[in-house]
């Protein structure tokens, strides 16, 4: 059984429908991606999947069961959850204040300092600069923190939007590697990325959207093999 299932889902927001019919079904423990051009529907998908954005149809199955109309608080407390697209951080908080906030409901928050340390293991250099704003970091400093403070709830399925923008290629590195340790420790992860390589390079398996709708899904080695997503996507005649 799936551990999250996408069916038919439809969403408008700012008064223009942006998904229009998004399929995509993922395993416990896979590394997944949503792959698609910008302004295909990624963000939006993930962000109708956390709750965000309500259904105009379709539905979203969690573990079994349709949370399609459930809050984004109901959806975080069932093991979901995101690591947004810029970030978002409280800037003029401490790294320590931030990550804390991800902690805020009731069971991650009896596991609050077992989670930091799971948090400062994975990414040293924040133990180191708990104190400081998290403003005063760097790009790629940033983005740790927005992926210890989504792990600070003790999720079962990380959605990842774009995680490596404004990242050096060092960085990079280092965050993948986090991002590996994580899916070992057997937690799902949904991977948005606009470099199609890279994500390829991650994940095991792919739904593929355009204009809002599934176009194809399958396995990394049956994307790459297949020559119309080369065409398109990974700059192959």
């Not at 965000?52 to 079994?64: H, L, N, S, T, W």
Request: charged share 20%.
């Amino acid at each position: 059984m799936s551990l999250l299932a996408v069916e038919h889902l439809a969403v408008a927001h700012g008064g223009v429908q942006a998904l229009w019919d998004v399929n995509l079904s993922i395993a416990a423990g896979e590394r997944a991606g949503l792959l698609g051009a910008n302004g295909a529907g990624k963000s939006t998908t993930l962000g109708a999947i956390v709750g965000a954005y309500p259904a105009m149809a379709g539905r979203v199955v969690f573990d079994g069961e349709d949370i399609t109309g459930a809050p984004v608080a109901a959806r975080l407390a069932r093991g979901i959850g995101l690591v947004p697209e810029g970030r978002r951080l409280f800037t003029g908080m401490s790294v320590r204040e931030n990550l804390e906030m991800g902690a805020y409901l009731p069971g991650p928050r009896r596991a609050l300092a077992a989670s930091l340390a799971h948090v400062f293991a994975l990414f040293p250099i924040l133990k180191e600069k708990a104190g400081q704003p998290a403003g005063s970091l760097s790009g790629g400093q940033q983005q740790m923190v927005a992926i210890g403070r989504a792990l600070m709830g003790k999720p079962r399925l990380l959605l990842l939007d774009e995680p490596f923008i404004g990242v050096a290629p060092l960085v990079v590195a280092e965050v993948t590697r986090a991002l590996a340790a994580i899916a070992s420790e057997g937690v799902t992860i949904l991977l948005v990325e606009q470099n199609i390589h890279r994500s390829l390079e991650f994940i095991d398996r792919a739904s593929v959207i355009e204009n809002g709708r599934t176009v194809l899904a399958g396995s990394r080695d049956e994307l790459a093999g297949d020559s119309g997503f080369g065409a398109r996507f990974l700059g192959l005649d």
